[in-house]
């Protein structure tokens, strides 16, 4: 396992279904800007998010990687520019659970003027890759995209006690989705 350390915290949003913390059935995920240029995620999967007894229903995961890997651009570009989803590939290949805290990892591996690709995994207490995903997305102005107000949004950093100063995982390959 290797220590990456945390240098910035990444805004949440008051109703978005990954971040937003007022919204009750959402995951209220908060997303941390790692050295090393990855993005770490952190998430405590609730009943309401399970597909069978006991575990997070694929989809949710598949959100949860969808914006992690999104907002990985934020490191290079801030609030200038944001990740439209073009595709998202999936791979499933353990069970993640619910009730406890998970981590998601992602980074940016190809970037064009107006694309970039990137991966990411959910990572299991142990560090075992629980899913893994590869995705395109288009990079837009945020007026393109929504008439998004950061103060009816309420967009901004959220401290807590429990933000951590590190993500400590194995370095993973990136996943060869062809």
């Known amino acids: 396992m ?30 941390y800007e790692l050295e090393d240029e990855q993005l770490g995620a952190v998430f405590t999967p609730q009943d309401n998010h399970q597909g069978y007894p006991g575990r997070l229903h694929g989809g949710i995961a598949a959100a949860l990687l969808d914006e992690t890997i ?16 073009i595709e998202l590939t999936t791979r499933y290949r353990k ?17 064009t003027r107006r694309h970039f690709e990137g991966t990411g995994e959910i990572l299991l207490a142990d560090g075992t890759v629980a899913v893994e995903a590869h995705g395109r997305y288009f990079k ?28 400590e995982f194995v370095p993973h390959e990136p996943p060869n989705m062809a």
Request: aromatic share 6%.
């Open 2 to 31: 290797k220590k990456h350390r945390v240098v910035a915290k990444q805004p949440n949003s008051k109703m978005c279904l990954v971040c937003g913390l007022e919204n009750i059935a959402g995951l209220r995920a908060s997303f």
């Open 70 to 85: 999104g907002r990985a651009i934020r490191m290079r570009h801030g609030d200038e520019l944001w990740g439209v989803t």
């Open 95 to 111: 069970p993640v659970p619910l009730n406890e805290p998970i981590r998601a990892v992602s980074r940016i591996n190809k970037e």
């Open 140 to 167: 837009m102005l945020i007026d393109m995209i929504s008439d998004f107000d950061p103060e009816q949004q309420q967009w901004r950093v959220v401290p807590h006690d429990s933000d951590p100063p590190h993500f």
